[in-house]
């Protein structure tokens, strides 16, 4: 599994990070032009560049750089509307849902009204696309990867915002960065830009490097468009794999993703199935909230009763706990913290049988298991037939 590292000496920001990917992987040029075409509608080219120090590139987006005003809804919907391939719009999706949500927190409301203002304009979204295409590109070349990032630059200072001048890093940028260490060397400026802190976010990137010997592949440096006094305003990525010749070590255990939970759980006894099925189904639905899980249970006086238990986000508590008493009878609830961890995973579109269906790659510590969807296979009928497309499905992806 390939695992790439992050040395924000300057700091990162969404166009230094397309950069120094593409440093190292200059043959993705083409593909990335042709997705920010696609999706933010704007011509973009790699630029040679170096200062009195480094030589790298520049990812250059051709678009005006005034106030734009974007609501997350409008983008999620030019992104499903894309002709990207499934990882990539995952990825792309993600990395606007972690700045949607980290928005939401800032101001108070809900993540599904978020308005975009400097990441609405076109240059910022040519960026995240950009991103999200190579971040899956490393994933397709070797099944999986992994991220690391070393120590971030704090800056400091004020920046002039949409909102108003904001204290350095913003709000939103600092929610990000939960997790993360930070330095201080001394240079100010807005060094960790909303845009880069949600992608390292979205890649788990707070996690430590693999354990043993690695051999380094490639590397690329991308430069910001500021310039800073008396240092290189870059991004460097190595790229590194497993050394298959040095000795061999005991498995290390497979490098999880790491989230925030809460857990929300109470019991009915006293509301109809349907009524019941039908209320669970709308929570679920409640921006923030990954699942609802539903087991029976003995209530007071020897009642049968539906124990739940609401999987949500931490800033997702009050939006799901007021659906949770509006939505069934409850009368009262529980809320925990946990904190959960998630194999890394990607979703391949194979064809079978004349049909699209969507493979759930998952990197296991025995090797990667691969499991298809089963909504992509629920209007064929017999079992048998559906086990034999499921397996075929399964099997193209593996490939």
């Known amino acids: 599994m390939r695992h790439l590292h992050l040395d924000p000496l300057g700091g990162i920001a969404g166009d230094m990070f397309a950069a120094a990917l593409l440093h190292a992987e200059p043959a993705l040029e083409a593909p990335v032009q042709r997705a920010v075409a696609a999706v933010a509608g704007v011509p973009c080219r790699l630029l040679a560049h170096r200062d009195a120090t480094l030589a790298g590139v520049r990812f250059a987006v051709e678009a005006g750089h005034g106030h734009h005003h974007t609501r997350w809804r409008e983008i999620r919907d030019r992104l499903d509307a894309a002709p990207l391939a499934a990882a990539a719009r995952g990825h792309a999706i993600g990395i606007f849902t972690r700045l949607a949500e980290a928005e939401a927190r800032v101001h108070g409301i809900d993540p599904a009204e978020v308005t975009f203002h400097e990441v609405g304009a076109a240059d910022s979204i040519a960026d995240i696309v950009a991103a999200a295409l190579l971040i899956a590109a490393q994933e397709e070349a070797d099944g999986a990867a992994t991220w690391s990032c070393a120590a971030l630059p704090l800056g400091g200072g004020r920046v002039r915002t949409a909102h108003g001048m904001l204290p350095v890093p913003a709000p939103a940028t600092a929610l990000l ?43 690329g440096i991308g430069f910001g468009s500021r310039v800073l006094p008396g240092l290189s305003n870059v991004l460097r990525v190595l790229v590194s794999a497993p050394d298959a010749a040095a000795a061999p070590l005991p498995a290390p255990a497979l490098e999880h993703g790491r989230r925030e939970l809460a857990v929300i759980s109470f019991e009915v006894d006293d509301q ?40 949500a986000a931490p800033e997702a508590v009050e939006a799901a706990v007021g659906a949770c008493f509006g939505e069934t009878s409850t009368i009262g609830l529980r809320i925990a913290s946990v904190q959960g961890r998630t194999l890394h995973r990607r979703v391949a579109e194979v064809s079978v049988a004349g049909r699209a269906v969507r493979v759930k790659r998952v990197a296991r510590p025995g090797g990667a298991t691969g499991k298809a969807e089963a909504d992509d296979l629920g209007d064929v009928a017999g079992h048998a037939a559906r086990t034999r497309l499921r397996r075929a499905a399964e099997d193209l992806a593996d490939e």
């Open 177 to 219: 960065l939960e997790g993360f260490v930070t330095i201080d060397d001394g240079v100010a400026g807005e060094r960790v830009t909303p845009t880069g802190a949600a992608i390292l976010r979205h890649l788990a990137a707070d996690a430590p490097p693999p354990p043993g010997p690695r051999r380094v592949l490639r590397s």
């Open 272 to 311: 109809s199935p349907e009524d019941l099925a039908a209320g669970i189904a709308r929570i679920r639905a409640v921006a923030g909230v990954h699942d609802v899980l539903q087991m029976p249970a003995f209530a007071k006086k020897g009642r049968m009763a539906a124990h739940l238990q609401v999987l």
